[in-house]
């Protein structure tokens, strides 16, 4: 299929917000997932959103749904050490999930 | 608490040799998932199943093939290993087709040498 793009890395200072760019291929796609990989770890989801909303919020993340560009963002205020690991956009393609290259996170004191 | 295992955190095996690589969910999932990661490639989607004995070809089956003889194994098979398939391969299960959660397993770092 077509490819979910996203930049490869992201360097933040801790406290800033950190944000995370994913284009996505499938108009229908019904929804749209951010995943989480640490060091050595399998991925987690982070969170969602559903295809006719525009932004939710959790917490310290807010997603952010276009829908006229396929665009969609992760952001995540007071941004932690904890938060250094590779995030995943993802979107459902012919009913099975497709995953962008990953944005490396690396968050520095 | 739900869990994906998969049997080997690290495997290295020779050239031409045939690799098994084992995922079991325990959480009565319909949907296995097979993933190739590669950096700056992101996850691959190699196999998936839908139902026991079922399989569906990915993005890059070449080279593999899988076995689904009970809903809670999911096993990946390297024919004869080649060098390009030194990999971290991802095990995912999900309750649904697409539209749900995947639970992935902690991943095996497999090297052909």
């Known amino acids: 299929g077509e490819d979910v793009e996203q930049s490869l890395f992201l360097s933040v200072r801790e406290g800033d917000s950190s944000v995370i760019n994913c284009t996505y291929t499938?108009?229908?796609?019904?929804?749209l997932y951010w995943y989480k990989q640490e060091p050595g770890a399998g991925l987690q989801l982070l969170t969602y959103?559903?295809?006719?909303?525009d932004m939710k919020q959790d917490q310290r993340l807010t997603v952010l749904l276009n829908k006229k560009d396929k665009h969609l963002s992760l952001r995540i205020a007071d941004t932690q050490t904890g938060d250094s690991a590779i995030y995943f956009c993802?979107?459902?393609?012919?009913?099975?999930?497709?995953f962008g290259a990953g944005t490396t996170v690396t968050v520095r004191a | 608490d739900v869990k994906v295992t998969q049997s080997s955190r690290y495997l290295v095996k020779r050239t031409g040799e045939k690799v098994f690589l084992e995922c079991v969910q325990d959480?009565?999932?319909?949907?296995m998932f097979w993933y190739r990661q590669d950096p700056g490639l992101g996850l691959r989607l190699i196999y998936f199943?839908?139902?026991?004995?079922?399989?569906e070809k990915g993005d890059i089956p070449e080279g593999y093939s899988v076995s689904r003889e009970k809903k809670e194994r999911f096993s990946l098979i390297l024919e004869s290993a080649s060098t390009n398939q030194t990999s971290m391969y991802l095990c995912?299960?999900?309750?649904?087709?697409?539209?749900?959660?995947?639970?992935f397993g902690q991943g095996t770092r497999l090297t052909v040498v």
């Open positions: 199943s839908y139902d026991v004995k079922m399989k």
């Open positions: 995912a299960s999900s309750l649904r087709q697409g539209a749900s959660e995947a639970f």
């Open positions: 499938d108009s229908s796609s019904t929804y």
């Open positions: 993802a979107e459902v393609q012919d009913y099975k999930l497709s």
């Open positions: 959103i559903f295809s006719n909303m």
């Open positions: 959480m009565d999932h319909e949907n």
